[in-house]
Each structure stands twice: as C-alpha cells, then as structure tokens.
C-alpha cells in the first residue's frame, strides 16, 4: 500500500515537471465569487445531512460510532464552510471589481431608439463613423 501511494506521487511529480507551464488564472469579479461561496455552503450543509443520517443510522443499529467516523466528517464539513465563507468574505474585499466594460449596456439606452430609421433630411451627424 505505502509503495503504490509513493509510486503514485513519484508519478505525479514527474507529470507536474514535463507540463508546459500554465496560464494565470483569470481575476475573478465579486458577484462569481458570492455565487461559489453560496454553493460551497449548501455542498458543506449537505455533507453534514449525509454524514449526520449514516452516523445516525449506525447508532440506531445497536453500532457505537468510533471516534474517526466522528472526526473526519466534521473536518471535512468544517473545510468546505471555512472555504464557503471565506469566498464570500473574499468577495467584498479583495477581488477586482468588473470594469465598464464588461458590464452590460443601460437598457433604457436601447430603449430610447426609435423603431424607424430617421429620415433622409436629418442623417447628418456629428458622429464620423454614422456619418460616412
């Protein structure tokens, strides 16, 4: 068992050193990281219903829950809501804000065009690239 857990790690480092080198990751704006941080919360709150229902399932069998049945449910439920809350903490503070550019364009913007095109009379415009 202890061979193949290092062979496989001697594996993976060996697959880590031939990769081509990654990009950087791409920033991340706050609405994102609100949304990843909600959803890591719901994934954690399940986790604790399943491992809650199988512990309490194993207790009412007439079965006493060892203390690592214990432990590492509530070490993995305390990660992913440490990693839930700290995304939604992120996300006030430290992440870029989305530019104007990235940002949708005003609505009332299209909605003062006119369902027509103007007439021929008033096309002048001081804009180069409508008036040519």
């Not at 990281?33 to 219903?49: E, K, T, Y």
């Not at 008033?122 to 409508?130: D, I, L």
């Amino acid at each position: 068992m202890t061979a193949g857990i290092t062979g496989l790690g001697i594996l993976i480092g060996v697959r880590h050193r031939l990769q081509r080198p990654e990009r950087p990751l791409a920033p991340l704006d706050a609405n994102e990281a609100r949304s990843v941080g909600r959803h890591l919360l719901i994934i954690g709150a399940a986790i604790a219903v399943i491992a809650t229902v199988i512990i309490g399932l194993g207790v009412h069998a007439g079965g006493k829950p060892i203390a690592l049945s214990l432990v590492l449910p509530a070490l993995s439920v305390a990660w992913v809501f440490w990693l839930g809350f700290k995304l939604l903490r992120v996300a006030d503070d430290a992440v870029t804000p989305a530019t104007e550019d990235a940002l949708p364009a005003r609505a009332s913007a299209w909605e003062a065009r006119p369902s027509q095109p103007p007439a021929a009379s008033s096309r002048s415009s001081s804009n180069p690239q409508v008036s040519a």
